[in-house]
């Protein structure tokens, strides 16, 4: 039997001081639908989209574990556009492990993101960003994950404890499938300070001050030694001034 960290959630009137006062937020998803707003249908709609993801051919460490799809965005208020499909890249200061490397992932499927929900979900964060750090254009990488214990045991960060580089990351915890593990873990990136806690209901949602926190996710691994399991997230992420490797 493993413990548990319960997600400690704030209602959405406190999601912009919890912010500002800790450097991240975590809402609940009943809090989240009323939020974008959206149903469950629409959000499993997007979901479905997560059983269609390539394997991530880049991971350094030899592992089969993680498969993703990667399309950018920008986003001006409630305007939201897609970018020309582009690689995917990080300076080694934030990613050890892949950085300075130009990923080309497949982009999103078009279908899910001509949805209604789509361009809705992604103003909202927008919003929230731009609360913090003032209205302006933000370029938003939108990434589809899906870590699986097809090695027996799946990373959702391999690259350890890390910032994005960004401004604002969201993290969409979809679904977990017959797996223990995937503890979220958010430290002060200039202080001693930490939280950790499990993402357990299907679309919660943790908001990262990318400036403030780093940030990891403790490996999966099957429920039964012989099982198999996912995690699938919606990770967004949101930068002022351009995309990465502009």
Same mark, same amino acid.
């Given at each position: $039997?493993? &413990? ?5 959630? /704030? ?21 989240? +639908?009323? #939020? ?13 989209? #997560? ?10 460490? =030899?592992?089969?574990?993680?498969? +993703?799809?990667? &399309?950018?965005?920008?986003? +001006?208020?409630?305007? /939201? ?5 582009? *690689? !995917? #890249? ?9 950085? =300075? $490397? ?5 982009? $999103?499927? %078009? ?10 979900? @992604?103003?909202?964060?927008?919003? /929230? ?10 370029? /938003? ?10 090695? =027996? ?7 350890? *404890? !890390? ?9 969409? $915890?979809?679904?977990? !499938? ?23 209901? %299907?679309?919660?949602?943790?908001? @990262? ?5 780093? !940030?990891?996710?403790? %490996? ?21 001034? =351009?995309?990465?490797?502009?």
């Amino acid at each position: $039997m493993t &413990s548990e960290f319960q997600p400690p959630y /704030v209602p959405l009137a406190g999601l912009d001081q919890s912010l500002k006062t800790r450097g991240f937020a975590l809402i609940s998803a009943a809090d989240v +639908r009323q #939020w974008l707003p959206a149903t469950p249908d629409e959000l499993q709609e997007l979901h479905r989209g #997560w059983n269609d993801l390539p394997a991530d051919g880049y991971l350094k460490d =030899g592992g089969h574990y993680r498969r +993703r799809r990667h &399309s950018c965005f920008e986003v +001006r208020g409630e305007q /939201v556009q897609q970018a020309p499909h582009r *690689a !995917h #890249w990080q300076p080694l200061e934030y990613n050890a492990l892949h950085g =300075g $490397m130009q990923r080309l992932f497949e982009p $999103m499927d %078009p279908a899910l993101v001509a949805r209604p929900v789509w361009p809705r979900l @992604l103003g909202r964060v927008g919003a /929230v960003v731009s609360a913090l750090r003032g209205e302006q254009p933000w370029f /938003v990488e939108a990434h589809a994950f899906r870590i699986d214990t097809t090695d =027996g045991i799946g990373r959702p960060t391999p690259e350890g *404890a !890390h910032r994005d580089g960004v401004d604002l990351v969201a993290v969409f $915890m979809l679904e977990r !499938h017959l797996i223990k593990g995937g503890e979220s873990r958010v430290f002060e990136a200039n202080g001693p300070a930490g939280q950790r806690f499990t993402l357990l209901e %299907p679309w919660s949602l943790l908001l @990262l001050d990318d400036q403030r926190v780093i !940030h990891e996710s403790t %490996p999966i691994q099957p429920l039964q030694a012989e099982g198999f399991g996912w995690r699938d997230t919606l990770v967004l992420t949101y930068r002022s001034g =351009g995309f990465q490797g502009d």
